[in-house]
């Protein structure tokens, strides 16, 4: 390893690290103003996305703590920590949504989930490309699983928006807790790979 090469995998390790810190800083936010705008809404959607945002601060913690040290037994344990994240939130949004269909709960507009779900898209679609290329840079398979969890939030971000958008121009109530179905598969995928892993 020449010094040019250390040097440029001190610089990637300080990005993968900024990145991470940028997506924990945005969620716990996102915490606050989720559960805030769900309650006022009813929305199964918004209170879905809260914990998905739980779960992307548990991601990110995990990652800063696998990037702080090296070894393949820590990071098997990492993506099995993220592999469980995405399960349980595979789950939560599967239940959720199923019971406020069946149960017929009408969610209200919301202005706010509307505007901070179309924000939260766009960052987490640019924190995940970012992860994507410095894990591939770094060879870390937990920082590339974690940037699936980060784009999945982006998508889960967007499917949620669209559910909003919808029941706030054509009333269509159902479609908040059906966006909350959308990324169920996904989430079980990516969850059963880093498990695998």
Known sequence: ???????????????????????????????????????????????????????EIVASTVVIWELSGTGEARQRRALRMIGVA???????LAAQSAVV???GWHPRHSPVGIVWTAITAVVMFSLAAGKARVGRA??????RTEGRVTLIDGLLATAVLVGLVLNAAFGWWWADPLAGLVLVYYAIVEGRAALKH
């Open 1 to 55: 390893m020449t010094l040019s090469d250390a040097v440029d995998g001190d610089r990637l390790l300080r990005q993968g690290f900024t990145l991470e810190w940028i997506t924990l800083g945005w969620n716990v936010v996102g915490i606050f103003v989720l559960a805030a705008a769900a309650i006022a809404a009813r929305s199964v959607a918004l209170a879905g996305f809260g914990l998905d945002s739980l779960i």
């Open 86 to 92: 995405f399960l349980v939130l595979a789950a939560y």
């Open 101 to 103: 269909v069946i149960a």
């Open 138 to 143: 770094l060879d870390n398979p937990v920082l």
